[in-house]
């Protein structure tokens, strides 16, 4: 790679997230709880309570990861200008007259430019909590993956559970299976940056940074435009189920055991003829997404 | 303010709450403990598991804000005489024959003297939070009102989880809404310590334990002889409600707008007038508590 | 006791847990993993969150002693060793073509020895939980029993709540009053062997860890030859409910008040006539169990 290119990935790696690109992620997680029903009249009757929920939309992924690591879950407070950002945020969008910022966030630029800025904060965290696991662990790579994997996809955990708690949300069996396709990308980010820490791959943080910012803006961007879901990583999950999963169903000689195996619901009998159900399901999972 | 005045909340806030008020303090609570539907027969079914609820719902304030600060949640079970002393209380008042404590309990006079001093320790527990969230955070005042809220109103939170997990409490999505009023004091009382704390407050510490204690009891009492909810709170609430979200109903020209918020529930239909239902909202509420 | 004795104990006690003793406990709880209805499906769905549930079911106990430590829940993933052996294992019994491993497991003998060995790393657990506790608390025993309880029996509570999150399992009021046969005996050694940390029993630690897993695995085989559950703890529970909550029934005065006492569900009136209904209740428990 030539100068240039590493001096433009460098000065883009050195890009300050913080007054533009965290609004733009406030904006976009606030607009996603506004959105849900019933929030907005719960900011009416209860402001503390839909600020206590806001607040988790804009910082579950650094209260996930410092549980996990056993930090303090409020030191997110401790970040005065970030609180107060992300709670004049909430206020605007929650009590502005004639929910003047609803509809101009209504228009698909806005979004599609709202949504790529959060995900650039997104490449920001995954390699914020790698380099932080690794301050604990030395070679706990396993740890660093999941904290990445935390703070950049570990929010909609948290709001998750918080809605189980709440009683909005009554958790399905198979609901919990259902992987969205961001933590996937987010998982692919945190396994590669954390590889990149530990010098097994060739290629240096900027320009992996880059990379992986300009591969999650696009795939955002064009399924924000195009509705469909593209599932860039089905071929990975293909390829990967059939090497680990696949080889089983070389040997029908025992099909029938297999199909004896126990299992309440549906889906086990796809077992027996595996891979391509998964990854037919898969896709099933994305449509019911998108709908 | 003259000295024998200071002397007195001088020393008034040097108290020791051991031996009387926390006595007080778990005799309240293990008698809330009891008055749930089947918690005697789960005493006499499973002891153990009925201890373990008493003791969450005697030290479930500093479980909470040791969870909330990355502290052993179990560090309670090394006090082994508050531990000792709340555990004879959850035994005399299970198991002693022909329910006398309950029984002596049932009498106004001793209710109000309980409460009371049940109310007493909840200055020194917010005052104890702030200053414990202070020795982590200098200048975190947020975090300082999140521990000395905890520790004051958090047993309830503690408890109500334990419920939730245990099945005997469904939750609905307005139930979270729900603030109760102690937990409203309490925060009130935890602004006011952290303020003065920071020193943003005129006012020495002792003089504002003795107000504030002061002021809870007389509340507590009132509300507990007169059965009415008495709502200290309701018109500073209103004032609020009107500074902050009230201001948007003087255009009336959006109110369809407004209107066409997306709301499952029907109190969105009355975020169009706001403010004044709000508060009706809340008389309504504790109407409903004290039912 | 003789040197000869002395000398077995002590090389007992000083057997490495890691390479065979570790094996058979992920076999187990894999295995018990797997014959949860639609656990296998959900392996070949979504092969990751399997994996996740398998590793909660292998490292439960030590990630709730973790979190009752305020220690990092993540630390199990640092040992890689043992989450390599462990996926191994999971691999292995959920994807073997033709479910040989399941079937090689369907056999007694085989059964009668995992399950063996997976209770002397029971009380290895104990033991580790119990110092690791003290080094905390000086003298906190009953964090010491807690947290030795933690890391014997808390893997059932881990994937219980996980269930719980899942939605997999409703809870009713009652399933969390039965402690499970398990439980109680990994309780009672939690205090024999914290007792013997602090010198409060007269004998070795060596000779007290081969009395304990003698006892464990013999009541463990015993219960897995003859299907009838024998409940070796309920002579001892009936003397202490006698002695701690039986001789209230010695005044027939009060019946009536206990009656009038507020409880939902049946069993409070058999409160009246406690001590023997509690040890038939305890073998109702057992004989719901064991169906």
Request: hydrophobic share 45%.
């Amino acid at each position: 790679m030539g100068t240039p290119w590493d001096e433009l990935t460098l000065t883009f790696s050195r890009t300050s997230m913080f007054p533009f690109f965290d609004i733009a992620h406030y904006v976009v997680s606030v607009m996603a709880l506004k959105q849900q029903p019933g929030a907005a009249a719960v900011a009416w009757q209860n402001p503390l309570s839909s600020w206590f929920t806001a607040m988790l939309h804009c910082f579950g992924g650094g209260i996930l990861s410092c549980i996990l690591l056993a930090e303090p879950p409020l030191r997110f407070l401790t970040n005065h200008t970030h609180i107060l950002l992300a709670s004049s945020i909430w206020y605007i969008i929650f009590f502005c007259p004639c929910d003047l910022v609803s509809q101009g966030y209504s228009y698909l630029p806005v979004q599609l430019l709202a949504a790529g800025m959060k995900e650039v904060t997104r490449t920001w965290k995954i390699v914020g909590g790698v380099t932080h696991a690794n301050s604990y662990y030395k070679n706990g790579w396993l740890v660093m993956i999941a904290i990445g994997w935390a703070r950049g996809a570990g929010g909609s955990i948290i709001t998750t559970f918080e809605q189980l708690v709440k009683g909005d949300w009554k958790p399905k069996g198979d609901e919990w299976l259902k992987m969205s396709h961001t933590a996937k990308i987010t998982l692919l980010g945190s396994v590669m940056f954390t590889f990149q820490h530990t010098d097994h791959l060739g290629i240096s943080k900027h320009n992996l940074m880059f990379l992986y910012t300009i591969f999650l803006v696009t795939i955002k961007v064009t399924m924000m435009i195009t509705k469909s879901p593209l599932v860039p990583l089905a071929p990975l999950e293909d390829i990967l189920s059939r090497m680990l999963f696949g080889w089983q169903q070389q040997i029908p000689s025992c099909e029938k055991k297999t199909e004896t195996r126990p299992a309440s619901n549906g889906p086990c009998s796809s077992a027996s003829e595996a891979p391509v159900d998964a990854a037919d399901d898969a896709k099933k999972k994305y449509a019911k997404k998108t709908e």
